[in-house]
């Protein structure tokens, strides 16, 4: 028998996310995010779900070549662009579409044997990628002028979408730098895509709502209309008494109070769960809510069973997605969805479900 513990993910939620992205998204085109294995849940899995996305982004250029092989036909955006020289025949060959973000990608360009569509990266603030003053006019010179450069789009990322900043200040400085430019504009990750409609431009590039996680701290996705596509689920394995004073798990950190009924379950930090979650994570055994207790380690997280005498070995557990979001689990455990469903470990089995 196999550890119990799985990844369900459901093509049929990213499709609905997907569906909700296209209506914030108006007449914009969308670019369905698909970097990092889709946030974990498979690249050709998200890709065979987003199929229709107008164009599929990642970074990784073996992401990209799978997708080609897999027979993605959309336009894919590489988010970094090249990183090297012989990236550039990749881009051909896969018929790729870079993010220009620094001076040696316009070089590499005279190394394309075909024409391409690219991406100017405007730092509009983030401070990342990007270029802006008379760099970017030198940049958007040349790339205008440049015989491999098909087409040109003004690409900017905002830095607080979801946050209290916001992104007006990000919008003014983008608008000033592009205003003489040409050519589409694609700025709205998830969270500007749904809070802000003044920036949906031409294309979207929404991540991580596609699987069904809100990107506001303060807005669930349910509230959002998402559906999550990945629930982690696995079943309790053993069962413990304590006595009041005793403790659980690594360092005994957490003593009960009282006597108390654990459960222990197949999953820890070697499946991806936060090594950091504290006591009090929420979990749900037979779909009902309790906590975890003690340290998470590598391959068990011990919960509470105090008020539910009847979930014993066996017993249905989820970690997070259908019935508990990954937002809570993220929030509680000091991080975000994000990282979580990026750090979904291989030895963790996949089961697609609709
Ligand atoms: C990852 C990424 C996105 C998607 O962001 P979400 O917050 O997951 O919606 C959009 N644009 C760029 C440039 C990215 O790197």
């Given at each position: 028998m196999p550890r119990p513990i799985r990844a369900a993910i459901s093509s049929g939620a990213i499709a609905h996310n997907l569906s909700v992205a296209r209506r914030h998204a108006?007449?914009?085109?969308?670019?369905a995010v698909i970097?990092?294995?889709a946030y974990g849940h498979g690249l050709e899995r998200a890709?065979?779900?987003a199929v229709g996305a107008d164009g599929l982004a990642v970074l990784d250029f073996d992401e990209a070549a799978r997708l080609r092989h897999a027979g993605v036909a959309q336009p894919i955006l590489m988010l970094e662009g090249a990183f090297e020289p012989a990236d550039v025949a990749l881009l051909v060959q896969h018929r790729l579409t870079p993010v220009i973000h620094r001076r040696e990608q316009i070089e590499m360009l005279a190394g394309a044997s075909a024409p391409l569509d690219v991406y100017l990266k405007v730092n509009s603030g983030m401070n990342r990628l990007g270029f802006a003053g008379e760099e970017l006019a030198a940049a958007y010179q040349s790339l205008a002028d440049h015989p491999r450069v098909n087409s040109l789009t003004l690409m900017t990322h905002f830095a607080d979408a979801d946050g209290a900043t916001g992104i007006a200040?990000?919008?003014?400085?983008?608008a000033n730098l592009t205003k003489s430019f040409g050519g589409a504009r694609s700025l709205a990750n998830s969270a500007a895509l749904i809070r802000f409609p003044e920036a949906r431009g031409d294309w979207v590039r929404p991540g991580i709502m596609l699987y069904g996680c809100s990107p506001f701290s303060e807005r669930s996705a349910e509230a959002l209309g998402l559906r999550p596509a990945m629930t982690l689920t696995t079943e309790i394995i053993a069962t413990q008494q304590l006595r009041a004073g005793e403790g659980v798990g690594y360092g005994l950190g957490f003593k009960a109070e009282r006597p108390m009924r654990i459960g222990v379950i197949a999953c820890g930090y070697a499946d991806g769960y936060?090594?950091?979650?504290?006591?009090?994570?929420?979990?749900?055994v037979n779909g009902r809510r309790t906590g975890i207790v003690g340290r998470v380690s590598m391959d068990m997280?011990?919960?509470d069973l105090s008020a539910m005498p009847e979930a014993g070995i066996g017993a249905?557990?989820?970690l997070w997605?259908?019935?508990l979001s990954a937002d809570e689990v993220a929030a509680a455990a000091g991080t975000l969805s994000y990282e979580l469903l990026c750090a979904l470990a291989p030895r963790v089995p996949v089961v697609e479900v609709p």
């Open positions: 108006g007449s914009a085109k969308v670019w970097k990092a294995n890709a065979r779900a200040a990000q919008l003014e400085r983008f936060p090594r950091h979650a504290p006591a009090g994570t929420p979990a749900l997280i011990t919960l249905p557990v989820t997605g259908q019935g």
